[in-house]
Each structure stands twice: as C-alpha cells, then as structure tokens.
C-alpha cells in the first residue's frame, strides 16, 4: 500500500549538501539506494545550511504519478467515522521507515526577537519523531511555517535560525533549502540519504500556502513517499502543508501530535476532581466557544488578563482605560449565566495592578477591582487576586491554564503570571494534573525552571483551544485512523479561498463541498494576544 510500490531505481548520485563549514559532508549512503520514482528533475544543486540553493536545471520537473485513494469498500460510514475521530491516528509507528522519504510537517513558528529563537519548545518537541524517523532509515523533509509572511518572501521569517537550533538538539547538520519549491529544492531532496534531512524555507513565502492551492500541495507532495503531520500547533490550519499534501500522500501522525491529543483528550475525558480551567491572554474573542465548552468540564474557572477585564464589564464593574472588548459583554454575561446554572465557580480579580501606560518604566500601584481608576489601565493581577486563586487551587486536582495573567512581556506585569506558573509547580509537586499551553504561560514555568515538572506543555495555542472546543482539527482529520485500509482519505480537498474573511467564505464557489475550511479565515490569535 505505501510508498514500496515504487520504482527501485534510484540512482547512487552523491550529494552536494555542504555542511556548517562548507565543506561537502559526508552521507553515508547505502550500497542500494532506496526505492523512488525515476522521474524526479536531473538537477545539480548546492544547498547551504540556512543559504540559498543554486540549481542548474537540466531537464524539467515531470509530475509524480499520484496515489489514488482506495475504492470506498467498506463505505461512506467508515469514511465519516474515520473523520470524525480526533484520536486513534495512525502514527509513525504503522510506517516502515526504511528507505522512505517522509515529508514532514512541524510547527517551527517559534517567537523571534533580533533573528533569536525566545524559546525553543516546539523545536525540542518536534525532535522525538524527527528521531524516530532518522533513526528508522528514513530521510527526512521538513516543512514548516514561521510568522505571518501573507505569500511574500520575507527574510526576517526564514527559517535558518530554526535550522541551526535543530542541528544542535539534533546533532545532524540540517540544512535548509532557498526556497520551499523550486528546481534547486527537487534536486536537494533527490539527493537525500537514509537518515538525512533537510527544512524547507517557510511554505508561507507561497500563496498556495494559506490557500491549500492543490497544485502547490502537489508539488510539496512530490518531495516525499509518506507525509507525516507532526505539526499540532498548527493542526487547526487547512493549509496546503498540514492538508493538501494528505491528499497525494499516504498520511501519519508524529509522536508530538499523538501526545498531544492524548493529553487533551484525557483532560476532557477523564480529569480527576475538582478540575480547574485558568484562561488568560488579551481577549474574549476567539475564546467564547472554549469557555463555554470548559464551563461544562470544570468545576472552577479562573480568569485573568484582558479576558478578565471584559468579564468584570459583565459583571457591572468598571475597567477604566483597561483593554477589554465592549463587543464581547454581551457573551461574557451569557458565560456567567451558564456557569451559574451549572454551579461553576468563577473567580474574577478582586484587585489588580494598574499602570498609567502600558511600558516598561510607567508608574503603577495596586487597587480594588471595585475601584479601578477611570484613566488607568489594568496591567496584572493584583496580591490579594493572586492569593485567593492560590486558595482556590488548593483542592483542585486537574488544572488547565492558557494565557498570562498581565501583560507578561513587561517584566513588573508579569508577577500574577509567575506566581501562578509557582503555584503550577506546587500543584504538580503534589500530584496534581497540570496542562498548560500557549506561548506566554510555558514562558512564565521556563523563566522559573519548573516547566518539566507539568503533565503536558501544549505546544498549540489556537490549536489546542479549538481542540479543547470539541472542534476537529483539520491537520488531524486528513490522517486516517490506525489500521485504516486507505492510503489516502478521499475527502481532502478544500476549495481555495483568498483569506478575507468571513464574507469571502461566503462568496467561495459551492463545489467541491469543502469538508474542511481553511481556517485562515477564523484566524483569531490566541497566544500572541497581549493586554497592550
Ligand atoms: C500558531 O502559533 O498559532 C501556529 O503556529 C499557527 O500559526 P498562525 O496562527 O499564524 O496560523
Ligand atoms: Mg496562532
């Protein structure tokens, strides 16, 4: 069923990929190279790590033949169940890797502050299945996005620093291509070896990315045997890297996505009580589907940030200068009514830090939440907020967090935030389940060096919030479920639409029926949102 079918006629070229030091380095080819079509581009290329590749083309690219899903025999039924379920994916431990060429898909959209690398996680996380398919006899191409380029080149969002981060927790040269396309790219990954890899340079500089364009997913396709999503924080995004190429592809989870899912699923599933939901970040928005799916999971939900802010608008208090979303009161209200019914304690901040601007270096003192003044802003929760959650956390035995308290980027308004991540640790310490995600939360436990000590660090943002919504993931639901008999689920193209909006959506043509939508039009950042 897989890849094997292919011709075994790979010539035994030597490769040109230099190493860090320009030199070519050694492959550690096998005497028989492993099965691949006959037909990919006879190109030279050179590839530098994290530089650009130069090509002299020969002969032009001719299109692989692609794997045609298997005749629906066991019906429409198990095609939908295959769809629905979230979990039961087959992963990379169904594929033999020998020989393969895995096209990867990681999520290396990692914080950048002057070409660094803030924090690394989604890079350590990726690196157990990049591993297993090294160490598997597989070669291995990377893809992944970084930042927001919108189909522009832009060359602060490349992703050399994400290359050279992975070569040091990898201790493999990975080099990364010019471009994730192109006749130099075609030639790089012919010349690839059993346990070598590369990165392609971000999808995102394409269009077709963010449009799942089919033909931009078929030539992303061409570059492997098998496609591996290992990509969760990203799973929520219908694009051409995380679905389109599952459509051309026989399909597997990673470990990191596995795990992920499985963490989630078990906190959904089966949380020990009292369960406890902490939200926090910048806004209500693009969270009201998950607070109303978490008032009916947990037993107390903790908020903070300016999603607080908005609640304390619903609940006839006045924010001052605060960020809060005026449009959002009406949902908060409607969220408070709900965890009422269903006996869900709340707790929103009863004092909090405020600042007369949101920067470093501002003055601020601490004041009741019943006495915000009218010209300040709320930046961070205030000490005796911070010792009520304590005291509410004492009992809890599964706690939830995402998002930071204040504005955590500013040293004096990340307090909240870091005693929260002190009394995550506690919490942990004793026993107690504790799942964090997004970007500034695991910061807060890294900067305090207890991050390790959590159940599970989530490396998605949206991602893990809609999953935690009930929602399916698109990334997830192109793979098909373990022991499936089809290479390919027939169901994955999705109809390209320029992001826009939700009015786009509308206009986009009826047919084919998208299954799932690209989910660049509900982009609503979760994570990144700040209190600024
Ligand atoms: C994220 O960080 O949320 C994921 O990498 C997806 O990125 P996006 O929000 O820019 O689509
Ligand atoms: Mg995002």
Redesign the pocket.
Known sequence: MLASSRPANRPQVKPTITGSNGQPRPTGAPPTAPSRPANRPNVKATVKPGGTTSTTPQVRPVPRPIPRPAPPQTGPRRMAQELISASGKRTIRELHMQGQRVLLRV?F?VPLSDGKIVDDSRIRAAVPTIKALLDGGASVVIMS?L??PDGRVVDGLRLRPAAERLTQLIRVNVPTTGDALGVGTDDAVRRLRPGELLLLENVRFHAGEERNDPAFAERLASYGDVFVND?F??A??AHASTVGVAAYLPSYVGLLMEQEVEALSNLLEKPARPFAAIVGGGKVSGKVAVLEALIKKVDLLILGGGVANTFLVASGRSVGKSLYESKMVDDARRILKLAQDRGVRVLLPVDGVVAKEVTRGTEFKVVSTDKLPASWHMVDLGPASITAIREALAPIKTILWNGPLGVFEIPSFAVATRELAKVAAEKADAGATVVVGG?DSIAALRQLGVAEKMTHLST????SLEFLEGRDLPGLAVVPTAGSPYETLPIIYVSPVKPGGKAAAKRAPAKPKPIIKP??LD?E????DTLA
Do not use: P, Y
Request: charged fraction near 30%; avoid cysteine; glycine fraction near 28%.
């Open positions: 999520d959209n996005h930042g927001r990509a924080g990203a929520h995004r970007g998605g943002g949206g991602a989910s660049a982009d950042d979760d994570e990144s």
